[in-house]
């Protein structure tokens, strides 16, 4: 309980920005005077919270504001896609420290784990920060994980990866303690973190990288499923006439919506020549960005393209919230930034007519506020959440 109450406490003040006095942190927690009183003067002895000056609010003593002491403790997050690796060095508030990316070496493990490590103390080195002072390394990887074993199972963009154990291995080739998580779920932790949302907020996130994922927000708290894989929508068919699928149906989001899939349908459009072979990353994700491009400077066919794969985005966003019955929708992930124009000008309306609950409500549709690094970010930040934030679960009593 004393754990919790810390976090409950410390999450409070990073809440609060601009710091918050003890009666105010008594307030916003509910616990007692004496408690907060306890409290920040174990985080204060910690290095975790300063005092931050004197405040006067009425009759009385002047209050202490207490602030967080980002540079006390930091988190490294690295985001793996099968075209890029991007890696962020955050402080405690969450902030982006230092960040660089590099091309996804090919698909075998080995290989992949050896250039992660090696950027990582890169990355540590070239900030100057203090290796005793980074809380863990957090990895956001594409699913299915076994999140028990720290292992990726066969994800369908990065052939080779049969069970792979990259927590473990990571963690002996960094010394740092590693936690893997899915990486929409980790996108959704870090659109928390930076948005400062309410602690009832409820979301979907819909992630949009080499592959299409979602993740859920209900309470302010990631939703992670029984086995931490939730957000499989590669087979939720959002066209039936659409492309045959390697799981029997027809127009499911992974022929259909996927960054592969809309530029095929460029070149089948017009777009581009369709003898190009577009089944390797980097020449779809150059492909992509012409094509935004070319919509964005008015060319009708490629915008075109784009409307229309906003349409079946719109499908599948609108199946998730209906099912769902959250708040509101953020859009992220490595390909958003190149989509958000188009898709924020075809979404709203398309969700609106299809959303069961728009007699009661209208559900709004964001960006995310992280940017394209949300994947590391958010996997940074699942290693600052388990340092920072309170979970209910940690007070059930063990049987």
Known sequence: MGDFNQSVVLEAIRRSGEGSSRIELAEATGLSAQTVTNITRRLLDDGL???????????????????????????????????????????????????????????????????????????????????????????????????????????????????????????????FPVVLEKDTTAAAVGELWMRRASADDSFVFVYLGTGIGAALVREGEAVRGSTRNIGEVGHIIVDPDGPSCTCGSRGCVEVVCTPQAIVAQAAHAGVFPEDQGMSDVDAVEARLTELCDRAADGDALADGVLRQAAAHM???????TNMLDVDRVVFGGPFWSRLADVYLREIPDRLERASATRAVRSLPVDGTVVGDDVGAVGAGCVVLDSVLSPRASALLLGH
Request: no cysteine; proline share 8%; net charge positive.
């Open 49 to 175: 919270i300063r005092e931050a000056g004197r405040t006067i609010n009425g009759p009385g003593k002047p209050r202490v504001t207490l602030r967080l002491v980002p540079d006390s403790r930091f988190a490294v997050g690295v985001h793996l896609d099968p075209a890029v690796m991007t890696f962020v060095l955050l402080d405690l508030s969450g902030a982006v420290v230092r960040r660089t990316s590099a091309h996804t070496p090919d698909m075998e493990p080995r290989r992949i784990v050896e250039a992660m490590a090696a950027t990582i103390d890169a990355l540590i080195t070239g900030s100057g920060v203090d290796r005793t002072s980074i809380a863990g390394v957090g990895i956001a990887a594409p699913g299915p994980l076994d999140a028990e074993k720290g292992t990726v199972i066969d994800p369908p963009k990065l052939r080779g990866w049969n069970r792979v154990p990259l927590q473990a291995v990571l963690a002996e080739a960094t010394g």
């Open 314 to 320: 719109s499908v599948l966003t609108a199946a998730l």
